[in-house]
Every structure is written in C-alpha cells, then in structure tokens.
C-alpha cells in the first residue's frame, strides 16, 4: 500500500509540474506542487460533514483558475478564540449525560487532539462565553443578589453565585479539565431587579442610586468565579443594552454606559486590583455609533479594552467604523443565533460569510455562536425567553445531535488556535475567504462555496501554488 500511495503521488506531482510549465507566463516565478496539505470538508447534504479528505480534492492548476494569493507579510489582529455561549441551560444538559458520555463530548469539543476514546475529531473550541446571571437560556430569570420585593442589599452582604455552582461550575471543571487555557467570557442579562427602575426582569433601567454597588457587584462575580479557579478574562457590561424585551434585558443608552464605566466600575476593577478587560456594545451591527460614543469618553476610555457586537441587525462590515475610530481598542464578535426552523446549508453559509470571514475580515478577535446545547424541545429558556434558539448541540440525555453551529465553529476552532493572527488573502467574487496565520507557523485558509456547482481555484503560498476543488455548497479549511 505505502508503495502504490507513493507512485500515486509521483504521478499527481508530474502531472502538475507539466499543468505548471503550461501556465507559467501565467504565473510567472511560481513553483507548483502536489498538494500535501489537509483539506476539511463540511457539504451542504452532510454527505461529508467535517471530514478531513486527504488528497481527493487536490487538481492541478489551470489558467482559468481563480487565484486566492496569501500574504503572510500583511498581519491583522491576534485571534482570541472561537466558540460558544454556555448558559446555564446547555450546562445542565450535560450534566445530565452519563459520565462516559459527557467526558467523550467534552473531549470532543474541546480537546485539542482527537485522542483514542472519541470517535469524532476534537474540534478545539476555545473560548466560551458565560451569562452572567440567568440568560433567556434559563428555566428562570435569576440574579445573584435576589430578594424579597422592597429590600434593598447596599454591601451585597447576600450575594451568592450559588445557582452557578449547581452545575455550571463543575461543567466548567471538566472543560478547564480538557483544555486549561480556553478563555471565559461573561455578560449580564440583567442587574437585580431591586436596582432597576422597574423592578422587574424585563427591561427598565439600572438606577443611577445603585451604578456603585453593581460595579461592586461585578467585582464580586469575578472574585467568587476565581476562588473555583474560573478565571473570567473579560466581562461585557450589557447583552444587548437596546433590547430591553427580552426576559432578562436591561435598556443601558451609550452615556449611561460611558458614566457607569467611568465613574463606577472602572474604578472598582481598578482598586480591586482585577484585571478583567471591559467590553461595551455587546449588540449589532446596525448602531457603530453606540461603542464610538462610549469610547469616545475621555475618562471611560481608559478603562475600555474594547467592544462586541451581534448581527441580528446591520451590516458586518459596519464593525470597521469602529475599529477605524479607535484603532487600539478591541472588537469581538459575541453571539448569533441559529434558528431551529431554518435551513442547515443556509444557516452554514450564511454564517461562514458573515462571522468565520466577515467579522474576522472586520477586526474581531473571537467568533461565538450562540448557544452551545439544548434539547430536542428547545428547552430550557425563560418566560418570554428564545422558544426558538437550536443549540449548536441537540442534547437528549446521551443522544447528541451536531447542529449548524457545531459545523461552522469547527471549521475555524479546529485549526486557528489562540495567538493565530489573520493574514491577507485574495478576495474572490463567488469563493469568500479569510486566512489566518498559527504559532506553529500553518496557514490556514477557509472558504466557502454557496453555489450549486463546483469550483476550482488556485492557492498561491510562498511563491508555490496548489490547485482545489471546493464542492457545490461546501465549506472547507485548508492546512498549508
């Protein structure tokens, strides 16, 4: 067998280099190979679905061949980490899995190498983001500072993350368990409702009476997170701060959100001696104009790391405004949803164009989607909560089903660790892509093909080029 793989190689490689010297007032200077590379392919039918292809794809190169160029001397921003939100909701269906079971899914999903007792490729997620507090996610709407109507808790002397430590916590365990390094995220639905306006977990405001003690609220958080050894590497102020429909939600405008942060939690990260980045915005596209005018302020500012946004609304590449306002601050792309109605390619390539290439092509350092689990009834969520939200898992005690997320993550998690940075590729109309860089010095080159037939097109890589075939409706990532 080692012996015929080997001719077919040399036959692939002569083939080729005779395609090559064809074409080379074409491609002037450039050398072609066989290919070697990985090739990972998720089809719209499923008939491949994240499957690693060996060579099958590999064509030689021809003049009308599209060109992806990769300039890895062209370097954009460092990558955080691609994943989930894990609420409380997906933390408990896992919990309820069999030890076995859970163990081979978490290694799976978070593990870094495939390792001997799974039977899928791990698919390296690394980075999660946590709700702070309940999420619409929740069976509940819940604070960790509730209590009875009229009451008020000025030193938070009742402050507990008990609800956390039931099964959150020791999910985040295990995971911590697999992969050591991932990165914590954590956003607010809601402040307790005794600091709101209107007493209630829907909407209303976070009383200007009580901007101090809810920063001391997020201090206490963070603290308590750390005692379990849960370092949380970054907090947002408000999920979506103008959707306050939602059940939690809280309606947070852009100077109340400057005044917070400069006047209140800033300081108390700072005293505490916390060195938890800031994220403002957290919500879409459509309103750039809410984190400039919060980064804008002179004395929020220095505090800010920088901001987050959804696409429920607008357009991905309004997230460069605000890059180009503040070119030193952060941007990051927190959550979107899939819907349990929708169609699986749609959703995938929907999803690769505008958050793997369009928000990573617009700055953002992290892709998450939201969620990571929930059952076969979409359950749980709150009242008034997503009655709709599929899960990147659909988990039914030990039966586990990989939805449009699990995909969509894979393909960037898999390859594109933390410290990767993105690097210029070639646009091309009909084939969107974007190429990162890793520390083991791999390029790492996704692309989408949203049409209903093939296509081929060339890679053109330190002066050598390689030719592939992309499927009609197929995702793939490239390991060079």
């Given at each position: 067998?080692?012996?015929?793989?080997?001719?077919?190689?040399?036959?692939?490689?002569?083939?080729?280099?005779?395609?090559?010297?064809?074409?080379?007032?074409?491609?002037?200077?450039?050398?072609?190979?066989?290919?070697?590379?990985?090739?990972?392919?998720?089809?719209?039918?499923?008939?491949?679905?994240?499957?690693?292809?060996?060579?099958?794809?590999?064509?030689?190169?021809?003049?009308?061949?599209?060109?992806?160029?990769?300039?890895?001397?062209?370097?954009?921003?460092?990558?955080?980490?691609?994943?989930?939100?894990?609420?409380?909701?997906?933390?408990?269906?896992?919990?309820?899995?069999?030890?076995?079971?859970?163990?081979?899914?978490?290694?799976?999903?978070?593990?870094?190498?495939?390792?001997?007792?799974?039977?899928?490729?791990?698919?390296?997620?690394?980075?999660?983001?946590?709700?702070?507090?309940?999420?619409?996610?929740?069976?509940?709407?819940?604070?960790?500072?509730?209590?009875?109507?009229?009451?008020?808790?000025?030193?938070?002397?009742?402050?507990?993350?008990?609800?956390?430590?039931?099964?959150?916590?020791?999910?985040?365990?295990?995971?911590?368990?697999?992969?050591?390094?991932?990165?914590?995220?954590?956003?607010?639905?809601?402040?307790?409702?005794?600091?709101?306006?209107?007493?209630?977990?829907?909407?209303?405001?976070?009383?200007?009476?009580?901007?101090?003690?809810?920063?001391?609220?997020?201090?206490?958080?963070?603290?308590?997170?750390?005692?379990?050894?849960?370092?949380?590497?970054?907090?947002?102020?408000?999920?979506?701060?103008?959707?306050?429909?939602?059940?939690?939600?809280?309606?947070?405008?852009?100077?109340?959100?400057?005044?917070?942060?400069?006047?209140?939690l800033g300081p108390a990260f700072k005293q505490a001696e916390l060195k938890t980045?800031?994220?403002?915005?957290?919500?879409?596209?459509?309103?750039?104009?809410y984190p400039i005018e919060v980064l804008n302020h002179p004395v929020a500012n220095?505090?800010?790391?920088?901001?987050?946004?959804?696409?429920?609304?607008?357009?991905?590449?309004?997230?460069?405004?605000?890059?180009?306002?503040?070119?030193?601050?952060?941007?990051?792309?927190?959550?979107?949803?899939?819907?349990?109605?929708?169609?699986?390619?749609?959703?995938?390539?929907?999803?690769?164009?505008?958050?793997?290439?369009?928000?990573?092509?617009?700055?953002?350092?992290?892709?998450?989607?939201?969620?990571?689990?929930?059952?076969?009834?979409?359950?749980?969520?709150?009242?008034?909560?997503?009655?709709?939200?599929?899960?990147?898992?659909?988990?039914?005690?030990?039966?586990?089903?990989?939805?449009?997320?699990?995909?969509?993550?894979?393909?960037?998690?898999?390859?594109?660790?933390?410290?990767?940075?993105?690097?210029?590729?070639?646009?091309?109309?009909?084939?969107?892509?974007?190429?990162?860089?890793?520390?083991?010095?791999?390029?790492?080159?996704?692309?989408?093909?949203?049409?209903?037939?093939?296509?081929?097109?060339?890679?053109?890589?330190?002066?050598?080029?390689?030719?592939?075939?992309?499927?009609?409706?197929?995702?793939?990532?490239?390991?060079?």
């Open positions: 067998m080692t012996l015929l793989k080997n001719i077919n190689k040399q036959r692939l490689a002569r083939k080729v280099k005779l395609v090559c010297s064809a074409i080379s007032l074409v491609v002037m200077g450039l050398s072609c190979a066989a290919s070697a590379n990985q090739y990972w392919l998720t089809s719209g039918d499923l008939s491949a679905a994240f499957e690693e292809q060996g060579e099958k794809y590999a064509v030689a190169p021809s003049p009308e061949m599209p060109l992806i160029t990769i300039d890895k001397s062209q370097i954009f921003q460092t990558m955080e980490g691609f994943g989930y939100t894990l609420n409380g909701g997906s933390a408990t269906h896992l919990a309820n899995m069999s030890d076995d079971a859970r163990a081979q899914l978490l290694q799976e999903i978070f593990g870094q190498s495939n390792g001997a007792n799974i039977n899928k490729p791990s698919i390296g997620v690394s980075y999660l983001r946590l709700s702070l507090g309940a999420s619409d996610l929740d069976p509940a709407p819940f604070s960790y500072n509730d209590l009875p109507p009229g009451e008020v808790d000025l030193k938070l002397e009742k402050f507990t993350i008990a609800q956390d430590e039931k099964t959150l916590i020791p999910i985040l365990k295990q995971i911590l368990a697999i992969n050591p390094s991932i990165t914590f995220m954590a956003s607010p639905w809601s402040p307790p409702v005794w600091m709101k306006t209107n007493g209630s977990t829907i909407g209303g405001e976070l009383n200007p009476e009580y901007y101090s003690v809810y920063a001391q609220y997020f201090v206490k958080y963070v603290q308590a997170m750390a005692e379990h050894g849960i370092k949380i590497d970054a907090i947002t102020i408000q999920n979506e701060p103008m959707h306050p429909g939602n059940n939690p939600s809280l309606l947070m405008h852009a100077k109340d959100q400057a005044d917070f942060i400069a006047n209140h980045k800031i994220i403002v915005w957290d919500h879409n596209a459509d309103k750039p104009e220095q505090y800010i790391h920088g901001s987050a946004f959804h696409l429920y609304g607008g357009d991905v590449n309004a997230i460069s405004q605000v890059h180009n306002a503040h070119p030193d601050k952060h941007l990051y792309f927190t959550e979107q949803w899939v819907g349990a109605n929708s169609n699986f390619w749609g959703d995938v390539a929907w999803h690769v164009e505008n958050l793997i290439v369009g928000a990573t092509r617009n700055w953002c350092k992290t892709v998450l989607e939201w969620n990571l689990a929930a059952d076969s009834n979409l359950q749980p969520h709150t009242p008034g909560g997503c009655d709709a939200c599929l899960g990147a898992l659909t988990i039914d005690g030990d039966n586990v089903k990989r939805n449009a997320a699990y995909y969509i993550i894979a393909h960037a998690a898999k390859h594109v660790p933390p410290g990767s940075v993105r690097i210029h590729s070639h646009r091309v109309a009909g084939l969107p892509n974007v190429a990162f860089l890793t520390p083991q010095n791999k390029v790492v080159l996704i692309v989408l093909n949203n049409a209903a037939k093939a296509k081929a097109f060339v890679v053109v890589n330190e002066r050598k080029q390689s030719g592939y075939e992309i499927p009609a409706q197929s995702v793939i990532t490239l390991v060079l």
